[in-house]
Nanobody
Framework: VQLVESGGGSVQSGGSLRLACAASRSSSSRYSMGWFRQTPGKGREGVAT???????YYADSVKGRFTISKYNAENTLYLQMNLLKPEDTAIYYC???????????????????WGQGTQVTVSS
């Protein structure tokens, strides 16, 4: 599975961005997908995931502001980010895993496939 992210950029605090992740093959069967982020000197942090049943999981820091969704017909994963804060600044990565539980938000090592990342910068 190849994953390609897009949609990153720079925005002011309080603004919105939508990230997209295009998968090279159908992920509608038993693949879970998710978004993770990383800042310099820190490990990769789970942001939001969606499993093969459509159940979603969010990090506490983004609940109520971010929404993950998947459009199976186009093999595309989205992350709508609203009310962005400077602390959301990071490289955002798309990930996928076969039969990976969606609640493995805190276990990036359990996700087998990764995109190249897209930079999100939020200025105050």
């Amino acid at each position: 599975v190849q994953l390609v992210e897009s949609g990153g950029g720079s925005v002011q605090s309080g603004g919105s961005l939508r990230l997209a992740c295009a998968a090279s093959r159908s992920s509608s069967s038993r693949y879970s997908m998710g978004w993770f982020r990383q800042t310099p000197g820190k490990g990769r942090e789970g942001v939001a995931t969606i499993d093969s049943t459509g159940s979603t999981y969010y990090a506490d820091s983004v609940k109520g502001r971010f929404t993950i969704s998947k459009y199976n017909a186009e093999n595309t994963l989205y992350l709508q980010m609203n009310l962005l804060k400077p602390e959301d600044t990071a490289i955002y990565y798309c990930a996928a895993g076969y039969d990976t539980p969606g609640y493995f938000l805190d276990r990036p090592y359990m996700w087998a496939y990764w995109g190249q990342g897209t930079q999100v910068t939020v200025s105050s």
